[in-house]
């Protein structure tokens, strides 16, 4: 079983496509969907955790490039910006995943993108704008 | 033990021995108090963290024909700014904010900019752009003035904090059922988080709680530069409750500060956009205390085990100002990523920043290992305080 992380970006031919639907019947492939927004004639993002062999992966991965669904990995989506950053750690407490912690010595941020679900909760927590979603 | 005189002949020296309110801990763990008071002359401290209390003053060149700010209208960079004083003087607080600003009418504000922000663009060396509507008069019969002025176009300019270095805060917590937003940051409900405002063991006013070595006069690190501490705190309290190692239990010293504000930087002090409340100043802030006696280091020993505070719901018992607390937490506690309240694990969050505070308190331990910051004996007390008398 292998499990990955992915960005999806829909064009708005295809918010209409049941896309996540086949990627379930077709490729027996697990759907968990972390994220999304779909604006009906524009477009469509969702953040999903895809699961299953590495040959149905792979192939479910090939179908989506053949719509025409742009995937890329999760790790580019949140972003920490360590300059705008002061160390406060209040970001930590808000961290549902613990994707944000802090390192006990240094009293550093620790920013772990594999970790991250794009809540968003550490915007709103950061008054130093050091979070930001792309998203 | 040693004068403040023989301090600072040690440090014109460059013999003097400095070590940070950190590494003290060790020591006096290692060596006790009484060897440790003998090697250490100075112990420096640090804290760096959201202070609303602050703003600057400056005054600006006049040009011709002349202009009286006073009484009239000021911005910068389109924030309110205070013009009551004389012809060119002007006072900006960093929670001061753009007319246009919506504030929480969009809620939770964002707070991008306030005057915060264009204290923060100053301290970095930028411009920021003045605009004077005001009324003539004989003597100064110009009535609009609108330029792009940096620190080295003005007369002075001057950080003023009328409250800082809080000896004791709150940690804030949330017993409500949705989200607020608070001074304290952004708090969950059902007890979601916790957060704590503290620098614990390095801060200033907790190594030195009951103000032995500190008062009217001494000099500071502030904001990247040097300041003084000019009197009590806004909202100083002379005789908290104590525990037996004489930490306040219950709200407790502040400190006034000022400073030049050329010479400080963008690295300590730093604007806060905080949701849902408004705009903020970080200012580094780092207070040496000389060793005159053995008392300085059994104090300056403090840990972050020894240090407790109380635990507040900003939800109900703070906006409506009832008193009691939800029980203390140690900052050992709180640095540990939870405290327990009310039998419920809470994730814990800072709203000061312990490592920029130590690099506060390594870099005036720096400059006073070089000789480029001298020690001062206060002139006066502050309030409840009685001063060392060795100092």
């Known amino acids: ?135 | 033990m040693r004068s403040l005189e023989e301090i600072n002949d040690k440090i014109k020296s460059g013999k003097v021995v400095v070590v940070t309110a950190e590494e003290v801990v060790d020591m006096v763990k290692e060596q006790g108090v009484k060897k440790t008071a003998r090697m250490v002359d100075v112990v420096t401290t640090g804290t760096f963290g959201p202070m609303c209390s602050s703003g600057i003053y400056f005054n600006i060149k006049q040009s011709t024909p002349k202009i009286k700010c006073g009484g009239g209208r000021v911005t910068v960079d389109g924030v309110a700014a205070y013009a009551g004083w004389a012809a060119a003087d002007i006072l900006l607080g960093c929670s001061a904010m753009t007319d246009e600003d919506p504030r929480n009418a969009v809620y939770p504000g964002l707070f991008k900019f306030g005057g915060a922000h264009v204290i923060q663009k100053l301290a970095a060396g930028e411009k920021v752009r003045i605009q004077v509507r005001t009324y003539g008069t004989d003597c100064y019969p110009r009535k609009e003035y609108d330029a792009e002025l940096g620190l080295s176009d003005m007369n002075n300019a001057v950080l003023f904090n009328p409250r800082n270095a809080y000896q004791l805060y709150n940690v804030a917590v949330n017993l409500g059922e949705r989200t607020i937003y608070t001074y304290m940051g952004v708090l969950k409900p059902r007890l979601g988080n916790a957060n704590f405002a503290t620098c614990g063991a390095l801060s200033p006013l907790l190594n030195d709680p009951r103000l032995r070595t500190l008062g009217i006069g001494t000099r500071i690190f502030l904001g990247g530069g040097e300041g003084y501490v000019v009197w009590p705190g806004t909202q100083h309290v002379p005789n908290p409750e104590r525990d037996e190692k004489g930490l306040p239990l219950t709200p407790s010293a502040t400190l006034a500060v000022i400073g030049d504000l050329n010479g400080m930087n963008d690295h300590y002090i730093r604007a806060a956009s905080i949701a849902g409340y408004g705009t903020s100043l970080a200012v580094g802030l780092g207070i040496p205390l000389p060793v005159v006696d053995e008392e300085v280091i059994a104090y300056a020993a403090v840990t972050d085990e020894d240090i407790t505070f109380p635990v507040v719901d900003y939800s109900e018992a703070y906006p409506l100002g009832r008193p009691g607390a939800l029980g203390r937490v140690s900052m050992a506690q709180l640095m540990s990523g939870a405290i327990e309240v009310d039998g419920k694990k809470v994730p814990t969050g800072g709203m000061a920043s312990r490592a920029r505070g130590r690099e506060v308190a390594l870099e005036l331990k720096q400059r006073i290992a070089q000789g480029s910051f001298l020690l001062t004996r206060p002139s006066a007390a502050l309030p409840g305080a009685e001063l060392a008398q060795g100092l």
């Open chain 1, 1 to 135: 079983m292998v499990k990955k992380k992915l960005v999806l970006s829909f064009p708005p031919r295809l918010i209409q496509q049941p896309v996540t639907n086949d990627l379930i019947r077709k490729f027996d492939l697990e759907v968990n969907i972390l994220r999304a927004r779909v604006v009906p004639r524009e477009s469509g993002r969702i953040v999903m955790e895809l699961k299953g062999s590495s040959k149905n992966l792979k192939a479910g991965l090939e179908y989506l490039d053949e719509q025409g669904v742009q995937v890329d990995p999760m790790v580019q989506e949140m972003r920490h910006y360590g300059e705008k950053c002061v160390q406060c750690t209040a970001c930590t407490a808000v961290c549902p995943t613990d994707a944000l912690t802090v390192e006990p010595v240094t009293r550093e941020i620790v920013f772990e993108p594999s970790h991250c679900i794009m809540c968003e909760s550490c915007i709103a927590a950061c008054s130093y704008g050091a979070m930001e979603s792309q998203f």
